[in-house]
């Protein structure tokens, strides 16, 4: 035992992508790996897509780190955002927050009827920041493919990176191909140095689009917020879409909106909270 008290959590979602938060403002905390994919696993553990942690930070409100499921830190996740900001709106009394992500600065403002928007910063579509392994002239449509040559099941895919990398393959089927085998080998595909998140997009109308994603290091996900913001900015690029749509994925809608003024993407959608708890003795901080 450390002597420590036990350490309190909240869980929490954003479309069924849910998370485990911890505050570490007032007592700083040291998450191994190991420990994050404890925490994650949901047989053992509390069971969740994605731990977060809340730090505090010297430019925004809140620093938020983010560890997938197989325990490693990653730089961006929407839906975790929206949770977060949740709670800080409460904690200040007012509708604005600002949270400072390995992926970038985000500002998150309070709607009507429980939603959250999030502004997401700029895309990034340049080989470099992705990144890819090797330089690619077009990253509206790079080389890559899945199934046989002379007739692939999908191909031709969109790259963007939104805080961390997207693959985004156009398809008129979202069941062309299984996701939940195919997306671990994509996301390694040696063309990522850093891995990937990989959907599967179906444009149903210009202000519409049907997604499924395999988010890196988490597997098929009801919701991948920056998914989302990866597959309309895409879209759009390549004039598939307007530059504002709904994005449906299996846990429900977001509205997602690249914002010609200044390029920022705009994410909102809903959050949930589920249920506050004490890190079991095994999973002690």
Not at 72 to 99: D, H, M, W, Y
Not at 105 to 120: A, R
Request: glycine share 8%; charged share 25%; aromatic share 6%.
């Amino acid at each position: 035992m450390n002597g420590l008290a036990p350490m309190e959590f909240r869980k929490m979602n954003g479309l069924g992508n849910d998370f485990v938060v911890l505050d570490a403002r007032a007592r700083p905390l040291s998450i191994s790996q190991e420990l994050a994919r404890a925490i994650a696993d949901r047989k053992t553990g509390v069971g969740c897509d994605q731990l977060i942690v809340i730090e505090p930070s010297a430019k925004a409100d809140v620093r938020m780190r983010i560890w997938n499921n197989e325990g490693f830190e990653v730089e961006s996740c929407g839906n975790a955002s929206r949770c977060i900001a949740e709670i800080l709106f409460a904690e200040k009394r007012q509708p604005v927050a600002t949270i400072d992500t390995k992926g970038g600065f985000l500002t998150c403002e309070k709607g009507g009827n429980g939603l959250v928007t999030v502004d997401m910063g700029d895309p990034r579509f340049d080989w470099q920041d992705i990144p890819l392994s090797e330089p690619s002239p077009d990253t509206r449509h790079i080389e890559l493919q899945l199934g046989p040559i002379d007739a692939p099941l999908i191909h031709s895919p969109s790259v963007v990176n939104v805080g961390n990398p997207h693959c985004i393959f156009w398809v008129k089927d979202l069941d062309v191909v299984d996701l939940a085998k195919a997306g671990p080998m994509l996301e390694h595909h040696p063309l990522f140095p850093e891995r990937a998140n990989i959907s599967l997009a179906r444009v149903d109308a210009k202000d519409h689009i049907t997604l499924k994603v395999w988010e890196r290091g988490a597997g098929l996900t009801r919701a991948c917020g920056t998914g989302a913001c990866a597959a309309l900015a895409a879209a759009a690029r390549i004039k598939l879409t307007y530059r504002k749509a709904t994005v449906t994925l299996p846990g429900g809608d977001l509205v997602i909106e690249w914002r010609e003024q200044d390029d920022h993407i705009l994410m909102t959608g809903p959050i949930a909270y589920e249920f506050d708890g004490f890190l079991p003795a095994h999973l002690a901080v």
